[in-house]
């Protein structure tokens, strides 16, 4: 017997990033267990004060929740950071080979934004442990505002950056963009990534009481997510047309589905900027635009959910590549999708059903939505672990 020589990872690929963005989504997931379940009266979002207070007065299942939820962040939070550590100089190495030469000059150019994407994520999660972990945040919370807006900042910088250095190419050079190879959706990358800074400049708008912080915040968030759903839009149109020609491309299938964090993402930062308007400005929104909000997000997502299922399973995408032995560093744009959904659906639920009045907070019917919720959530772990293994784990005997 003899041992392969090289793990799938070693043949690296900027797709990699998504290993660091899918540990980092599943520890939101986490959080959504304190945002829904911990009162934090007079605060848009639960600390460590809210937590430790409903822990010593809670029930078990209170404490049980809890501990499951800051144990499942701490986790995936580490997970995070090492997979982006690891990609950071991974990258630095590929970025003096021929293959990333070649890269530059191909469609695949754009797998590039996965790093902006992931850093994005990483500094929301960030931030989401600092709630969570350190005492007494809430205090200084206004002086961190600003640091984040100049964080994201440079990390949006960053992507339009690379976006411009393959525009600036495939827009001003005839050739340079092969229409035959654009039969996926990797190319809305950009958009996903456009999308996460957005949502983290959104979050000061949600949270501040400083109106040039709450002003600043609501413009550059919005300014940033137009432009991701431009990108989007126009990224789709065409990707659907060379679809319907040369049908879809199987390793690149699941990005068909990228559309589904990029409404979740885009959603929460509608919620946050409109949160920053009822503070600052006295613009209200109902719970019946709450509701219709999530549920018309919702109902896309659903849509694109079925499409991607639908052609996945006609080219036995996961009979190959996740359960099969062929790997692909895009298997990885199936966990953001399922992400997304857990996500989406405990927004929908608790912020669109319950405050409309249309599911009482705790019932049998709440529950048995939010098992849906948790289900997706479960069924990411499971599936993290599984392409980890695939791609990071020690070469097979052969």
Known sequence: MRIAPTRPSESYSPIYFLASLGAGGLSTTFFMFLLFWVPHIDRPVPVFEDIMAAFGSGD???????????????????????????????FSKFSKTQAYTELKNSNAETTILAMPLAIAM???????????FVPGLWGVIEYLFPLAIIAFSLVGWLAFRFIGDFLGRVLTKGGMFDV???????????????????????????MSHVPTTIGISLI?????????????????????????????????????????PIITVLGIMLLRQNHGLHVQYDAHSTAGDNLMLFAKLLSVQILFLALGLLVLKREAYFKDFVF?????????ALVCPGVALSVMLQFFINVGLVQAG???????????LTAIAIGFQVAMLLLVFRLNKQHFGKPKLL
């Open 60 to 90: 078990l299942m209170m404490r049980a929740m809890i501990i499951a939820a800051m144990a499942g962040i701490a986790v995936m939070t580490f997970m995070n950071i090492r997979m982006l550590i690891w990609n950071l100089m991974a």
């Open 122 to 132: 990483t500094i929301n999660v960030a931030f989401i442990n600092g709630l969570v």
């Open 180 to 206: 035959t190879a654009h039969n996926s959706f990797s190319q809305l990358l950009p958009a996903f990534a456009l999308s996460m800074v957005a949502v983290g400049m959104a979050a000061p708008a949600a």
């Open 220 to 260: 550059l968030s919005t300014f940033v997510g137009i432009t991701a759903l431009v990108y989007a839009l126009f990224a789709a149109f065409t990707a659907f047309n060379s679809m319907l020609h040369y049908g879809t491309a199987k390793e690149s299938s699941p990005t068909l589905m990228i559309v589904i």
């Open 324 to 332: 099969g032995d062929k790997t692909s560093p895009g298997s990885y």
């Open 358 to 368: 249309l599911v009482e907070k705790f019932s049998i019917a709440y529950w048995g």
